[in-house]
């Protein structure tokens, strides 16, 4: 093995939470020696396919307690309510910081930041950037990470396993994709960003990149994946694709039409739809802008009456943006126009966009604290990857590019703190568990092997084990069903055959590491959600409809374990919001 | 091992297609303004050689070949100047009243501008003539 | 023609292969992949990885034309391949290779670390004398303000126009198309003070005077950003500067 590497903070995952922790990091400590390690280039990071913008209260008309309340009901109240007031609280803070770095927000006429309405939300408070804002986000934070020289970045790195010794998370191993050199990556702290895992189902707004990897790691470093029941899907993707058709296009007044023409939302305690000429349309948290998981569910059901359009990539209904005319398509989703016309070939402008329900988003995710701090000492967590949680059972739109910054900082400052007041490693140790994990991988896929299975094989049947299984309505036989495949893939997994044994940048043997998280996370989906017997958020089965606080009011904790994850429950912290029925439409 | 292909060059990139022929065109264009002011050079010399010389100038300048030459100097200012007018709100965008100029009235404005000192040039030429 | 007739037909790919660990000289490997209507060569290459040749190699991830990484020579021309239909290049074959103008590490993959040093080189951030705190506030910008550089923040750093530019294939130390125009953005901000800082590099003979105004960047440019405008107006502006030097005075409004 080629000599190790040393840092105080490894953050691993160049999104938009891994560029927050860097930037946090480095401005509080700058003699910190801080590292980035990526599978990608950050400025290939899943970040930016984030359309619609980041939620803060700015305008004066807005409330914190507001903000805190819509994200508490969005989440069914399984959010832990002091975490989300930390959250809200500092969201405005992080939006104006990222405006001073340069994130060039739209704007009203008297220079002030421009905001616009979202999903679930009471008052308009999403910060955009026409309909581009996680792009400029990202791009934003990685220029701005540039003019902090003591950051080593290593891009196009793939970590694949913690170094733990000690009881204390003391690096990573990672394969060099350059050289397919594997390297120990030593750090006195490190902090997982490495995004969710909306790949281990068919049909997702994920790019290809987002395969659960840092779960995965801490999964199997003992570490628990929290309310991995709770997956999000977006009510508006292209069907075939799933590309995204951001909520902003709901939010600038867009409707939702059946075959029948009708809105049909009305029809799922959504509330009365005004004329799209009402000067008050859309309404906040009605309609259209009810919340996504309401929204994904009442399509299934509309598709269940038969009042869904048939395609060659299955049903769709109709996204309507023609009444908002071509020049403020234009303006505020242009994106979006662009998207339709080559992807689903029609012109908004002209129009309706087909769309449908697609996985999106991961509530769920490693345990961490409001810190970012999890139960591995030395080991930190944010973003998608981590559960802290404030998205509960469903995430409320517009949150979750805010958790990336509010949650980003934090874990980089108590991170590099922690790094600070733990200086030693033990290198022999470390160095041993890299080589072990050099030889497993090694053993595992670069011999040539007579017989084996395709990637490509297995991650198809364990996608479609997810969606049958764990989609938007789920039940106990389904879900048994579910486990019982992924158990059976796994094992088949130990038996791939890769076409190439090379080492120079072997995208192959990137795609089998990634297959071992989807299945880690598939496996923590499945467990958690058949272990779950009531309906809540996301979260919905039809063997048990109703919402039961009086046993589920508690975060699901997946263990691995041999077989069979264990399953666990803590309990959600409740502050000034009891848990109250969740309404939309009034 | 032969490890990462280097760079690679070609001479040929300006037959790449249309655009960069173009390119190379509007970059010989300034040979034929050279060209042009050797014409010119020549023409002061001989004015100042006297009405003889004049009046053989003159002539030279009927022959097929020059008209030809002046032909093909007329087509490459023709060309520079299309190209470049093109390309004037790529170097100097306007704004009236905050809000950007379109592209192609900045464009149209630089032809027209172009239009009308040929057409004072014309004038001033009949007038003279 | 409807999918189901185009179902059974199949069109030819080309592709560009190269292994760093065998290879001397690249070569080109034909394959004969499903003709879909909607299908994208990416879709196609993928369609290759996954069930006939795992050992292809290349750059993906959004699939939806905004992540920058799939970036290839499509028939010769510099494309995003999510974003390169099939149906465009039909009958075939469709000859696919890595962008020009870098070194290739392997098949489709190309060597960035030149780019990306550049790419910091242009000090693509917000340089301010005084930063304001944060408890007061934004920065105003208004949003004719905005659009002065709203245009040339859209770059997803593909590289396409660095495989346009002539300029760029044959003189490395050449910035080029896309990260000069990151910092005439920065330079055009209005909450942004960095602009000397960047004129050493900018203004340079590596700058925007190796640039001959070929203006195929911009022709290629998926998201519109205009790298070639970009660099004619701080020509402009770099020559205005020159002249205005041997003023006196400075003229109202040419100062910063």
């Known amino acids: 093995?080629?000599?190790?590497?040393?840092?105080?903070?490894?953050?691993?995952?160049?999104?938009?939470?891994?560029?927050?922790?860097?930037?946090?990091?480095?401005?509080?400590?700058?003699?910190?020696?801080?590292?980035?390690?990526?599978?990608?280039?950050?400025?290939?990071?899943?970040?930016?396919?984030?359309?619609?913008?980041?939620?803060?209260?700015?305008?004066?008309?807005?409330?914190?307690?507001?903000?805190?309340?819509?994200?508490?009901?969005?989440?069914?109240?399984?959010?832990?309510?002091?975490?989300?007031?930390?959250?809200?609280?500092?969201?405005?803070?992080?939006?104006?910081?990222?405006?001073?770095?340069?994130?060039?927000?739209?704007?009203?006429?008297?220079?002030?930041?421009?905001?616009?309405?979202?999903?679930?939300?009471?008052?308009?408070?999403?910060?955009?950037?026409?309909?581009?804002?996680g792009f400029h986000m990202l791009h934003a934070l990685f220029q701005t990470s540039l003019k902090h020289t003591q950051v080593t970045r290593y891009d196009e790195w793939f970590a694949t396993r913690l170094l733990v010794e000690d009881g204390r998370c003391q690096g990573v191993a990672a394969v060099e994709l350059r050289t397919g050199v594997m390297r120990v990556v030593r750090a006195k702290a490190v902090i997982l960003c490495t995004g969710g895992g909306g790949r281990v189902f068919p049909f997702t707004t994920n790019a290809a990149i987002k395969t659960g990897d840092g779960m995965a790691m801490a999964y199997r470093a003992g570490v628990a994946l929290k309310d991995m029941e709770f997956v999000q899907y977006h009510p508006t993707g292209l069907?075939?694709?799933?590309?995204?058709?951001?909520?902003?296009?709901?939010?600038?007044?867009?409707?939702?039409?059946?075959?029948?023409?009708?809105?049909?939302?009305?029809?799922?305690?959504?509330?009365?739809?005004?004329?799209?000429?009402?000067?008050s349309h859309p309404q906040l948290r009605t309609m259209e802008l009810g919340p996504r998981d309401k929204l994904s569910q009442a399509f299934m059901k509309e598709q269940e009456a038969g009042r869904v359009f048939e395609g060659e990539y299955g049903?769709?209904?109709?996204?309507?943006?023609?009444?908002?005319?071509?020049?403020?398509?234009?303006?505020r989703i242009p994106f979006v126009r662009e998207l339709a016309k080559d992807y689903a070939g029609i012109d908004p402008v002209h129009a309706p966009i087909p769309v449908r329900p697609v996985v999106h988003y991961m509530m769920g995710g490693i345990d961490t604290d409001m810190e970012g701090a999890t139960s591995l000492p030395g080991l930190y967590a944010a973003g998608e990857?981590?559960?802290?949680?404030?998205?509960?059972?469903?995430?409320?739109?517009?949150?979750?590019?805010?958790?990336?910054?509010?949650?980003?900082?934090?874990?980089?400052?108590?991170?590099?703190?922690?790094?600070?007041?733990?200086?030693?490693?033990?290198?022999?140790?470390?160095?041993?568990?890299?080589?072990?994990?050099?030889?497993?991988?090694?053993?595992?896929?670069?011999?040539?092997?007579?017989?084996?299975?395709?990637?490509?094989?297995?991650?198809?049947?364990?996608?479609?084990?997810?969606?049958?299984?764990?989609?938007?309505?789920?039940?106990?036989?389904?879900?048994?069903?579910?486990?019982?495949?992924?158990?059976?893939?796994?094992?088949?997994?130990?038996?791939?055959?890769?076409?190439?044994?090379?080492?120079?940048?072997?995208?192959?043997?990137?795609?089998?590491?990634?297959?071992?998280?989807?299945?880690?996370?598939?496996?923590?989906?499945?467990?958690?959600?058949?272990?779950?017997?009531?309906s809540r958020g996301s979260h919905q089965r039809t063997d048990h409809p109703e919402r039961d606080d009086e046993n589920f009011l508690r975060h699901s904790l997946a263990y691995r374990a041999d077989g069979a994850p264990r399953i666990e429950y803590s309990d959600v912290t409740i502050t000034s919001w009891p848990p109250a029925e969740r309404t939309y439409g009034s | 091992m032969p490890g990462p292909l280097p760079r690679r060059k070609s001479n040929a990139w300006w037959n790449r297609g249309w655009p960069y022929r173009i390119i190379l065109l509007r970059e010989l264009s300034a040979v034929a303004v050279a060209g042009y002011m050797v014409l010119l050079l020549l023409l002061v010399c001989n004015v100042r050689g006297g009405e003889g010389a004049f009046a053989d100038h003159l002539e030279v300048l009927q022959s097929p070949l020059l008209w030809l030459v002046h032909a093909i100097i007329l087509g490459f200012a023709q060309l520079h100047t299309t190209t470049w007018f093109r390309l004037v709100p790529k170097a100097m965008p306007l704004k009236l009243g905050g809000r950007r100029v379109p592209d192609e009235l900045i464009v149209a404005g630089a032809f027209g501008g172009w239009l009308a000192v040929s057409a004072v040039v014309l004038v001033i030429f009949l007038v003279v003539a | 023609m409807t999918s189901e007739a185009t179902a059974a037909r199949t069109v030819t790919l080309e592709v560009f292969r190269y292994h760093?660990?065998?290879?001397?000289?690249?070569?080109?490997?034909?394959?004969?992949?499903?003709?879909?209507?909607?299908?994208?060569?990416?879709?196609a290459l993928n369609w290759l990885k996954d069930e006939v040749d795992g050992t292809l190699s290349y750059r993906w991830s959004c699939r939806m034309g905004v992540c920058g990484s799939c970036g290839m020579m499509v028939n010769g021309l510099p494309r995003l391949t999510c974003n390169a239909f099939l149906r465009e290049f039909l009958p075939g074959p469709i000859r696919v290779e890595p962008l020009r103008g870098f070194p290739v590490e392997r098949d489709m993959v190309t060597v960035l670390d030149d780019f990306m040093g550049k790419l910091t080189e242009v000090k693509p951030w917000i340089i301010r004398e005084q930063e304001q705190p944060v408890e007061e506030g934004e920065y105003r910008q208004t949003p004719s303000q905005l659009a002065d550089f709203k245009q040339f923040s859209m770059c997803i750093n593909c590289m396409l126009c660095y495989a346009a530019c002539p300029v760029y294939e044959h003189e490395e130390e050449f910035i080029g198309p896309a990260a000069l125009a990151l910092a005439q953005r920065y330079n055009l901000d209005s909450r942004d003070q960095g602009n000397e800082q960047r004129q050493r590099l900018i203004w340079s003979d590596e700058g925007i005077w190796d640039c001959t105004f070929v203006g195929e960047c911009s022709a290629v440019c998926p998201k519109n950003v205009d790298p070639a405008g970009a660099i004619q107006q701080a020509k402009v502006e770099a020559t205005n500067s020159f002249f205005l030097s041997f003023l006196p005075f400075t003229p109202p409004g040419m100062g910063r």
């Open chain 1, 1 to 133: 093995m080629a000599d190790d590497l040393q840092h105080d903070l490894l953050i691993v995952g160049g999104g938009g939470a891994g560029l927050r922790a860097v930037i946090a990091a480095a401005d509080a400590y700058p003699d910190l020696a801080v590292a980035m390690l990526s599978k990608g280039y950050p400025i290939r990071s899943h970040t930016l396919s984030a359309e619609g913008g980041p939620a803060a209260v700015i305008k004066e008309n807005d409330s914190l307690e507001d903000h805190i309340h819509d994200t508490i009901s969005g989440a069914d109240w399984l959010a832990d309510q002091d975490a989300v007031e930390a959250f809200v609280r500092e969201a405005p803070g992080e939006m104006v910081q990222l405006e001073h770095w340069g994130c060039p927000w739209s704007r009203e006429e008297d220079g002030s930041v421009a905001v616009r309405p979202f999903g679930g939300m009471r008052i308009r408070r999403t910060w955009y950037a026409a309909d581009k804002t």
């Open chain 1, 239 to 279: 069907p075939g694709t799933g590309i995204l058709i951001t909520e902003a296009a709901r939010g600038e007044g867009g409707i939702l039409v059946n075959t029948e023409g009708r809105r049909y939302l009305q029809d799922y305690n959504l509330g009365e739809p005004l004329d799209v000429s009402d000067p």
């Open chain 1, 315 to 331: 049903t769709y209904t109709h996204l309507d943006v023609r009444h908002l005319g071509e020049r403020l398509i234009n303006e």
């Open chain 1, 385 to 534: 990857c981590a559960c802290v949680s404030i998205n509960g059972a469903n995430r409320l739109g517009s949150n979750s590019l805010t958790e990336l910054l509010v949650f980003g900082r934090r874990a980089g400052h108590a991170a590099a703190v922690w790094a600070q007041e733990h200086p030693e490693f033990d290198q022999a140790s470390l160095r041993a568990q890299g080589a072990d994990e050099q030889e497993r991988i090694a053993s595992s896929y670069l011999r040539p092997r007579e017989g084996g299975e395709r990637i490509a094989a297995i991650r198809r049947e364990l996608n479609e084990a997810m969606e049958d299984g764990a989609g938007v309505y789920r039940d106990g036989a389904r879900l048994q069903a579910a486990t019982e495949t992924i158990a059976e893939l796994r094992g088949r997994a130990s038996h791939l055959a890769l076409d190439d044994h090379s080492h120079s940048f072997n995208t192959e043997l990137t795609a089998a590491l990634e297959l071992e998280s989807l299945l880690d996370v598939g496996e923590a989906v499945a467990h958690s959600a058949l272990a779950r017997t009531e």
């Open chain 3, 20 to 43: 760093p660990e065998r290879d001397e000289e690249p070569s080109f490997q034909s394959y004969e992949v499903p003709y879909r209507e909607e299908w994208v060569v990416l879709d």
